[in-house]
């Protein structure tokens, strides 16, 4: 069964960048095949797609945050890293990384973490 | 992006009712859809794909249909478990993106 965990600093600064980890368990980024996408949820609201990255390092970006966003993968560590820059307050959100289900970048969202809380204050 | 529009927003319904929630593509997704289940403070679970497959080990109460640009989610027996927020998920194009959220309430 695989496993998803984010982690990060739950309170970041207005113009400092977000960084967030997802670790993985029960299976490895470095076996292939899937992609492995990062999702936020602003408080009472819906779900926006931020981007994906694949094993071997290729990423695709919401075109919305594209100018902001890094995702990378550590295969040694079995983790992927998503780097948002220049927060405001609208970043505030829940983000969650998640899992396609297929191999194939069309492809729905089966696993999922349970979310991490990230506010924008100073 | 294509914009996804779900219909209701919100819906009471009793345990027991057959419910239907739509989705709308702003343009044709062919049978790239998916569905979610959200319960408050949990992530979301993913219950259909491809439009009408059903996720392993969720009820087959919950049934999806449609094709183009025109979606359907069915609850045919509502259960308690059942009450909670719906998303549909196009992946046709890049960005994937969700629809609003349908809120289905207890009446």
């Known amino acids: 069964q695989v496993q998803l965990q984010e982690s990060g600093p739950g309170l970041v600064k207005p113009s400092q960048t977000l960084s967030l980890t997802c670790t993985v368990s029960g299976g490895s980024i470095s076996s292939g095949g899937y992609y492995w996408s990062w999702i936020r949820q602003h408080p009472g609201k819906g779900l926006e797609w931020i981007g994906y990255i694949y094993y071997s390092g290729s990423t695709y970006y919401n075109p919305s945050l594209k100018s902001r966003v890094t995702i990378s993968v550590d295969t040694s560590k079995n983790q992927f890293s998503l780097k948002l820059s220049s927060v405001t307050a609208a970043d505030t959100a829940v983000y969650y990384c998640?899992?396609?289900?297929?191999?194939?970048?069309?492809?729905?969202?089966?696993?999922w973490g349970q979310g991490t809380l990230v506010t924008v204050s100073s | 992006a294509i914009r996804m529009t779900q219909s209701p927003s919100s819906l009471s319904a009793s345990t027991g009712d057959r419910v239907t929630i739509t989705c709308r593509a702003s343009q044709g997704i062919s049978s790239y859809l998916a569905w979610y289940q959200q319960k408050p403070g949990k992530a979301p679970k993913l219950l259909i794909y491809?439009?009408?497959t059903l996720q392993s080990g969720v009820p087959s109460r919950f049934s999806g249909s449609g094709s183009g640009t025109d979606f359907t989610l069915t609850i045919s027996c509502l259960q308690s478990e059942d009450f909670a927020t719906y998303y549909c998920?196009?992946?046709?194009?890049?960005?994937?993106?969700f629809g609003q959220g349908t809120k289905l309430e207890i009446k």
């Open positions: 491809a439009a009408s």
């Open positions: 998640a899992r396609s289900l297929s191999y194939s970048s069309s492809s729905s969202l089966f696993y």
């Open positions: 998920q196009q992946y046709y194009s890049y960005p994937p993106t």
